[in-house]
């Protein structure tokens, strides 16, 4: 009787052991599913009339309002998306972006969306006249009367950068400090081309270009602020795209989507540049993706989300955008495609910055 007890009792232990060597041969706590990130919602304003659309990428929702408002030149989103700034031909107007009710309107005519600073503090409105304003009343901090167009802060919100005096083959980098009184300014010739788009790196040692050579000759540079020099040219054909830029620096997107019917056809890409590595990282086609039934929009404007998952890209050419597209950056690929038709001509979807 008891060696049976003995061979049940030690049969009980063998079979212990074994589970348990089992189970610790794999990962001793059962993996968690990852949470779900944040649905920050993407706007994008529409030039067929006054309206504005919301994306939401992780849910690929999109919802629709008519606004009383026509945003022909661009919406922007504040950086921590408590506000939006609708550049109409008249005005700026600064909206709730969940109630669409109007908060204030700013009295400058500006040639593209207005650009915000990533402390939340500065909003800048180019055209001809740049006014750099103070978002906690909106006043004048600093102005001046270059032609200005595009642009962008530093990661520190002290620098502001921007394109001026451009034409096809000149133009230049218009820098000014926000952070002493009188703020200095630059004007620099830094790149053979005619200078579009300028970004910052995050440390501030590299600027990233985009420039016109000739019709239908565009590039990427970019340019290395202590060696005063080009170290990286990417030449684009037919080019008339834009610039992004992920929020941790890494990364930066480049489009090539052309500017008009007449450019030769686009490539239907997108190319990741790696900062680090000053090199291309991936070139991507929307027209793998898109559904055949639909129309070819190659990528043009951008927006990254302020957890750098999503990229959310406009499909099209500067006179016309129809289709929206969304990049996983995590598992670098296409995940969704809307095409909106002759419904709607998208102007340049904006999301805030902060998380």
Not at 20 to 44: A, F, H, N, Q
Not at 171 to 179: A, H, I, N, Q, R
Not at 307 to 314: A, F, M, T
Request: proline share 8%.
């Amino acid at each position: 009787m008891s060696c049976c007890k003995g061979w049940l009792v030690g049969g009980a232990v063998a079979l212990f052991c074994l589970a348990w060597l089992g189970w610790s041969g794999c990962d001793k706590r059962p993996t968690k599913p990852e949470p779900p990130s944040r649905d920050y919602p993407v706007y994008i304003g529409d030039l067929a009339g006054p309206r504005l659309f919301t994306y939401y990428p992780r849910t690929r929702r999109v919802d629709s309002a008519t606004i009383p408002w026509e945003a022909n030149w661009g919406i922007t989103a504040s950086a921590d998306g408590e506000r939006l700034y609708l550049a109409t031909d008249s005005n700026v107007v600064v909206i709730d972006p969940d109630t669409r009710a109007v908060l204030t309107a700013l009295p400058y005519q500006r040639s593209r969306s207005v650009v915000v600073s990533p402390d939340n503090h500065l909003v800048a409105v180019t055209g001809n006249d740049l006014f750099v304003l103070r978002t906690s009343d909106y006043s004048v901090l600093f102005s001046d009367t270059d032609v200005t167009e595009w642009g962008r802060f530093s990661s520190d919100s002290r620098i502001f950068y921007c394109a001026a005096g451009w034409n096809y083959t000149s133009g230049f980098l218009y820098k000014v400090d926000l952070s002493e009184s009188p703020c200095p300014v630059d004007r620099l010739r830094i790149s053979p081309g005619g200078l579009i788009h300028v970004v910052p790196s995050i440390d501030e040692t590299k600027l990233f270009l985009y420039v016109t050579y000739r019709t239908w000759t565009y590039g990427f540079e970019v340019y290395d602020v202590a060696a005063d020099s080009i170290i990286f040219r990417d030449i684009l054909i037919p080019g008339g795209g834009e610039i992004a830029v992920t929020h941790d620096g890494r990364y930066v997107f480049y489009t090539n989507p052309g500017v008009s019917g007449t450019a030769p056809p686009p490539p239907g890409t997108f190319t990741v540049f790696d900062v680090a590595k000053n090199q291309i990282h991936d070139t991507v086609s929307v027209y793998d993706y898109a559904p055949p039934t639909s129309c070819l929009c190659p990528p043009f404007t951008m927006a990254v989300t302020p957890d750098d998952r999503w990229l959310v890209l406009l499909g099209g050419s500067g006179l016309a955008q129809l289709a929206l597209s969304l990049y996983d950056l995590r598992k670098e690929e296409f995940v969704d495609y809307h095409d909106f038709g002759c419904q709607a001509i998208l102007n340049n979807p904006t999301t805030q910055m902060i998380k």
